[in-house]
């Protein structure tokens, strides 16, 4: 009993610290959502909470670095990567011990891994305006989204299966009337990016109109273009630097819009596109994209070139321009060369939700009290050779080393696995890429006609225009 009351004693003693601390500038900053004890109530140890040896050890500890407890809060801190967009089938998202079916708005935190069951589809929505789609049977970990002073930074590993990340870029679309291609998710969850169709009145004396060419899809882009000029004036010009790790290469750089296929066990393809193949106007500078190998000695980068389709080894030691697969590759990428809709959406989402990752200023306290990040510095190279790396440059520099290490070990030991396979006669299993990535896709993109809520007569719904049917039916 003398224990528990000096215990508490000085527990009673550390409370009036912290709210002296309060009051004081110096005192750690809580994180939105994070309670004020940075104790893990739910796994406290008993025998070692009550024991005053580990206590005392645990003090002296923290006395010798007084910053502790920043250090801590940021440690524990999860910040929000992003939003889930939509799923056609199953889609899964792995956090921690658990996982869960995500839904439209659904938050990703950093840390988690999503999939696509299956025959499944995804579209993700992260912070910066980046937009990723995942086809069947892939897998991706968000790892971390950091706001930096000039730039934002999203570090996301590429797991198995066919990705696609398209970063926002301020440039506008070039205004064309030819039909959308990713047609699998209409209605989309969003219902406001839903396209207007342009149906037209029946008119005994104007039935010429009937026949017409319709505009639906041009009047898309419009309205696309007109929310990009509206958003230009939020973003300012920010860049993202997106680091992009696959088993067996590490791609890196500004703004990337990039397609990975990654087979796990075997090969990678990935093309990068360029502002032309995105579809966007004339007189856009492209970024560059930078390739990292593996290997433990292999520290050097290596510009990607846009708009063809390459291919790395399993080892990731060489690659080369695919020369196998292209046809197959070829018709998965058709599936999302025009998809304005989407970029709607991912529009109206940058307006609703981005407006922290984009600020001129800065205060970090207001970051992280009231949107829960932490801010970071800049990638720009310091002006002076002797002046101090920001914590994002070493941040950077950490991943490029950790990465190339871990997954170049994960690679060895994959290969001597496999050839302790050949020798007893069995073989490794491995992802071969085949016509299921997108043959829903493409179906569907044959089969559709044009997304309407009205009869072909015109007449309007009732059902179309209650909130609840749309909720029933996924419109939203």
Not at 289 to 309: A, H, P, Y
Request: net charge negative.
């Amino acid at each position: 009993m003398k224990m528990i009351a000096i215990l508490f004693m000085l527990a009673l003693g550390s409370l009036g610290v912290a709210q002296e601390a309060e009051n004081n500038e110096k005192a750690p900053v809580i994180f939105k959502d994070q309670t004020r004890s940075s104790t893990r109530w739910g796994e406290v140890n008993l025998d070692s909470f009550l024991s005053f040896k580990d206590w005392k050890e645990q003090t002296d500890e923290k006395s010798l670095a007084p910053e502790w407890e920043s250090i801590v809060r940021e440690r524990n801190n999860r910040e929000i990567v992003g939003r889930f967009f939509q799923c056609v089938g199953v889609c899964r998202v792995d956090r921690g011990q658990s996982f869960f079916n995500p839904g439209f708005r659904s938050s990703l935190f950093e840390g988690d891994e999503i999939q696509t069951i299956g025959d499944s589809y995804a579209w993700i929505f992260l912070f910066d305006g980046t937009m990723v789609r995942l086809a069947p049977e892939s897998s991706i970990n968000l790892n971390e989204l950091n706001i930096g002073v000039k730039e934002n930074f999203i570090s996301a590993r590429v797991n198995a299966g066919n990705i696609l990340w398209l970063s926002r870029a301020e440039a506008l679309f070039e205004e064309q009337n030819t039909r959308e291609t990713e047609v699998l998710f209409f209605p989309l969850a969003l219902y406001e990016a839903n396209p207007v169709p342009d149906k037209k009145p029946y008119d005994e004396n104007a039935l010429i109109e009937l026949v017409e060419e319709k505009v639906t899809t041009l009047n898309q882009f419009k309205t696309l273009n007109s929310l990009i000029e509206k958003n230009n004036k939020l973003t300012k010009g920010k860049p993202t630097y997106a680091f992009i790790v696959v088993p067996n290469m590490t791609l890196m750089g500004y703004n990337p819009s990039v397609e990975i296929v990654s087979l796990l066990g075997g090969k990678t393809y990935f093309k990068k596109r360029s502002p032309e193949t995105l579809g966007l106007k004339k007189g856009m500078e492209e970024e560059d994209l930078f390739l990292q190998i593996r290997g433990f000695e292999n520290k050097d980068l290596t510009k990607v070139q846009s708009d063809e389709w390459l291919m790395m080894d399993e080892k990731g030691r060489n690659y080369a321009k695919a020369t196998e697969n292209t046809n197959w590759l070829t018709m998965g990428e058709f599936i999302t060369k025009r998809i304005p809709s989407l970029m709607v959406a991912r529009e109206l989402m940058v307006e609703k939700y981005s407006e922290f990752a984009f600020r001129e200023k800065y205060d970090p306290y207001v970051l992280a009290t009231q949107n829960g990040y932490r801010l970071w510095g800049s990638l720009k190279k310091p002006e002076t050779a002797d002046a101090k790396k920001s914590d994002l440059e070493s941040r950077l520099d950490f991943l490029k080393e950790y990465f190339r290490r871990i997954e170049t070990t994960n690679l060895t030991v994959s290969s001597h696995f496999s050839e302790r396979l050949k020798e007893r006669g069995e073989a490794l299993k491995t992802m071969d890429y085949g016509s299921y990535f997108f043959i829903k896709a493409l179906d569907k993109y044959y089969s559709f006609e044009e997304y309407t809520d009205e009869k072909e007569s015109g007449e309007t719904l009732n059902s179309t225009t209650k909130n609840l049917w749309k909720r029933m039916h996924g419109i939203r």
